[in-house]
């Protein structure tokens, strides 16, 4: 079993810039791939950003590309989202998401083990 727990939510105005951090624990992540998701009020769960176990293969959904970037840290299984130049419609709980199957997928399906989300609120 893997946990996963978000943390670096909060309340900031547009244009501004929030870290958000996942820390895993339980089995070892190294060979994971890792993933952020996110879910707005009303809406699916979509895609964010996707790294390989290495961190060399990154995939981004197109609302993320330019502003927001992803990293971690497999020695302290940390996750990183860097979001930068936040906007009103990013607004939304922020899932990390772990996947076994070593693809950097953008499918929800894909992701064996998330996390109980945290939120991100951008006010205008």
């Known amino acids: 079993q893997v946990q996963l727990v978000e943390s670096g939510g909060g309340l900031v105005q547009a244009g501004g810039s929030l870290r958000l951090s996942c820390a895993a624990s339980?089995?070892?992540?190294?060979?994971?791939?890792m993933g952020w998701f996110r879910q707005a009020p009303g809406k699916e769960r979509e895609f964010v950003l996707g790294i390989s176990w290495s961190g060399g293969t990154k995939y981004y959904a197109d609302s993320a590309k330019g502003r927001f970037t992803i990293s971690r840290d497999n020695a302290k299984k940390m996750v990183f989202l860097q979001m930068n130049s936040l906007k009103p419609e990013d607004t939304a709980v922020y899932y990390c998401?772990?996947?076994?199957?070593?693809?950097?997928?953008?499918?929800?399906?894909?992701?064996?083990?998330w996390g109980q989300g945290t939120q991100v609120t951008v006010s205008s």
């Open positions: 339980g089995r070892t992540t190294s060979s994971y791939v």
């Open positions: 998401a772990a996947a076994a199957s070593g693809v950097v997928a953008n499918m929800r399906d894909e992701y064996d083990y």
